[in-house]
């Protein structure tokens, strides 16, 4: 069981948007803005997407957005393209004890 | 360009040992904490352990904890998981990543393309 809550699928048709949630507690996600995305096709390495909530690394398309409301982050991708659907996974510091956590994943399909 | 290689993954029998390698270049090494994450075959990610960059501390998941141990030498620009008591539970793809500027171990911007390690008698 993962210390953060996603849910196993998502889909859309190319050119809609869509929103994964990635739910945590006050002891992680709500605590702190150190929550980041990652993107994984398969058979690759995880590639990073997002990070302190709604930073972009560079290069990553701005069609990958994220937030946070308590202790609920969300990845939106607007615009789906073929080459989004893939796997992806949310992670949060989580202190000093038990230091960083991921999401099970949710795989998203583009329809 | 940062390139990032493990290496030393193999199958190895309950109880075994194994040391995992990581060699990085296209950065500054000694400056950047670097992180052990495992993937178990068709399952999700999991942080295992990160070494902070020149002075910087070790952090270990509870799961890995007192068998597992990271280190590194910024003169080879490579990192080490020496992985001890292994269990069927540890059978995972092991990806060395490196942790963007800043971040420690809550960002990883890059990542190779991982070892697998299998615990199997």
């Known amino acids: 069981q993962s210390a953060l809550t996603q849910p196993p699928s998502a889909s859309g048709s190319p050119g809609q948007s869509v929103t994964i949630s990635c739910t945590g507690t006050?002891?992680?996600?709500?605590?702190?803005?150190?929550v980041s995305w990652y993107q994984q096709h398969p058979g690759k390495a995880p590639k990073l997407i997002i990070y302190?909530?709604?930073k972009r690394p560079s290069g990553v398309p701005d069609r990958f957005s994220g937030s946070k409301s308590g202790n609920t982050a969300s990845l939106t991708v607007s615009g789906l393209q073929a080459e989004d659907d893939a796997d992806y996974y949310c992670s949060s510091y989580a202190g000093s004890s038990i230091h960083l956590v991921f999401g099970g994943g949710t795989k998203l399909t583009v329809l | 360009e940062v390139q990032i290689l493990e290496s030393g993954g193999g199958l190895v029998q309950p109880g075994g040992s194994l040391r995992l390698s990581c060699a990085a270049s296209?950065?500054?090494?000694?400056?950047?904490?670097m992180s052990w994450v495992r993937q178990a075959p068709g399952k999700g990610l999991e942080w295992v352990s990160t070494?902070?960059?020149?002075?910087?501390?070790?952090f270990y998941a509870d799961s890995v904890k007192g068998r597992f141990t990271i280190s590194r030498d910024n003169s080879k620009n490579t990192l080490y998981l020496q992985i001890n008591s292994l269990r069927g539970e540890d059978t995972a793809v092991y990806y060395c990543?490196?942790?963007?500027?800043?971040?420690?171990?809550?960002?990883?911007?890059?990542w190779g393309q991982g070892t697998l390690v299998t615990v199997s008698s």
């Open positions: 302190e909530v709604n």
């Open positions: 006050s002891s992680d996600v709500g605590a702190y803005n150190y």
């Open positions: 990543a490196k942790a963007l500027v800043g971040a420690t171990l809550h960002a990883f911007d890059c």
């Open positions: 070494l902070g960059g020149s002075g910087g501390g070790t």
């Open positions: 296209g950065f500054t090494f000694s400056a950047y904490a």
